[in-house]
């Protein structure tokens, strides 16, 4: 039996006049209308053709997606710092003594002293006012709130540490504070540095 060789396209067509009568195909094209009837498959070529625009078009876009993806962790980082001291600001008033916000230890149990806030901060309640979070309790949990390390993408710098909360509201005694969220490193495209400043009234603002 002769073989015929494999066709480079398929054509869907072909195949209907080969296995329908004349009046079956009429039939079917009035139906499907005449562009499905004679539409055409693509070759190997055409497909690698399309692979190759897609990957040119992901190439191009790659930078811009990174430079969002930084964006989107730099404004999560300063939405998170500025609720974190909201909350500190709120917890000192509720509770009637001082409340920090500061660089964590290596346990995240503790304020040190370095300015440097890469490793992640902490909110403590310190009812003694010497500047370190006290013991915690099963009933009064300490510290209160606990975030991790920064994407090394970003530095996260505070002026002064710890930031204190008084039972008044406002921010210790050494005027404001400036906690500064920039990028690392070489950075990224249209990458801005931001700040938080905690004034001496205890008012936050960026």
């Known amino acids: ?110 304020c040190t002293t370095s300015t440097d806030w890469n490793s992640g901060w902490i909110v403590c309640y310190d009812v003694n006012a010497d500047n370190a979070c006290d013991a915690t309790s099963a009933s009064n949990p300490n510290p209160m709130v606990v975030r991790p390390s920064i994407h090394s993408i970003l530095s996260l710098s505070s002026s002064i540490t710890p930031v204190r909360f008084n039972p008044t509201g406002t921010q210790g005694a050494s005027g404001s504070v400036t906690l500064t969220i920039a990028p690392s490193g070489s950075g990224w495209d249209g990458a801005v540095t931001r700040t938080l400043v905690v004034s001496a009234t205890g008012n936050i603002s960026r």
Not at 52 to 78: C, D, E, H, K
Not at 89 to 100: D, F, G, P, Q, W
């Open 1 to 110: 039996m002769k073989q015929t060789a494999c066709p480079s396209r398929f054509d869907f067509s072909v195949m209907l006049r080969r296995y329908c009568t004349s009046d079956e195909y009429e039939g079917l094209k009035m139906y499907l209308g005449a562009k499905v009837i004679s539409q055409r498959g693509v070759t190997l070529v055409e497909i690698l053709i399309v692979v190759m625009i897609a990957l040119i078009m992901a190439t191009l876009a790659a930078p811009s997606f990174s430079s969002f993806m930084n964006n989107s962790r730099q404004s999560s980082v300063q939405s998170q710092l500025i609720a974190d001291l909201n909350r500190a600001r709120s917890e000192a008033i509720k509770r009637n003594s001082r409340v920090l916000v500061c660089n964590a230890n290596a346990a995240l149990s503790d």
